[in-house]
């Protein structure tokens, strides 16, 4: 099939994207039926893209103007901007500029609309975590099940079998040596409890608030995993709401589970601490590290993934910083919302 000037036009005049011809960047020389429909149904002022681009154009900043796609218009590299109706909505697109006349500065700039596509990608990572969540339930529910048959319930039961035996014994030191055996028993299994009831729920949470059940758990970690913890904060006494304690609690705890299985490191260092309007965690440790490009999250508890979802359901943001035998890095900011003029 010849490909003619005709087939251009035929397909420059029915695609969706919209398609703006430009001198210096800015003033509109020609466009489509698809970029005049884009015209008057939103708000676009092509000399003033940073309207658009809501501090999305870095991965790593929160609203930066450092390496801005707007405006430097690289060639031939997509970028994201968010175009506002009537209603004051913001609608995403991806936009594409290319020169194509260096001497006369004319270029096309592309305009496609992103709202389907990031509504079946949010439908379907809601499909995933969805899916996610429930093997994590089920897998702890598993553990809840063995630790309560192998542990708790055989601990019971060596001790009712320890208690039947004494009516058959007729001699003192039988006697008190089974009453002792039975004492050290039940205070194992108490034990136990108290570790369980403390790993689902730790009182300290809600009774003291996030600094004292941090240091509470550091406490027992250490003991377990042999691992200390270095743990910076100025939040003694310091009250969040129960929502944001609960999340800074679990995704310590994840990233220092994942520390003492993965890291082989003998220290880790934690800091908690509060700016005017945002709460910051970071974890640090010296590690082995690993790619997170390759990393797939597996087995049970809260994982990288969930991780990231319990700080973004609070509109926080997350990030993980890590790279072979570089160590590992966990960030998390959680804004604090204004009460009375001041900072809860």
Known sequence: MEITS?????????????VFLLRDKSEIIALNPAANQLLDRYEVKLDDFCTYCSGYTSIFE?????????????????????????NGENIPF?????????SAGISVLLLRNLTQQQQTEQLLKQKTMTEYVINAQENERKRLSRELHDGLAQGLFSTLIELRKIKYMTKKEDYESSIAEMDSMLATTLE??????????????D???????LKV????YEQLFGVHVVFVSELYGTRFPASVETMLYRVTQEALTNA????????IEVYLFKTKHTIVLEINDQGIGFSPD????EGSGLGLLNMKERVELLHGEFELRSEPNQGTKVLVRIPIEPKGGRTT
């Open 294 to 297: 390759h990393f797939t999250a």
């Open 217 to 220: 758990y550091f406490k027992r």
């Open 62 to 86: 929160e609203r930066t103007c450092l390496d801005c796609f707007l405006h430097q218009r690289v060639d031939n590299e997509a970028f994201q901007i968010f175009l506002n109706v009537e």
């Open 94 to 102: 991806s936009a594409s500029y290319t020169l194509i006349d260096e």
């Open 192 to 205: 136990d409890i108290r570790n369980m009831a403390v790993e689902l729920r730790p009182s300290s949470l």
């Open 207 to 213: 009774d003291l608030g996030i600094f004292a059940a």
């Open 6 to 18: 005709e087939l251009f036009m035929k397909a420059y005049e029915q695609m969706s994207d919209a």
């Open 260 to 267: 003492a299985k993965y890291a082989d490191v003998d220290e």
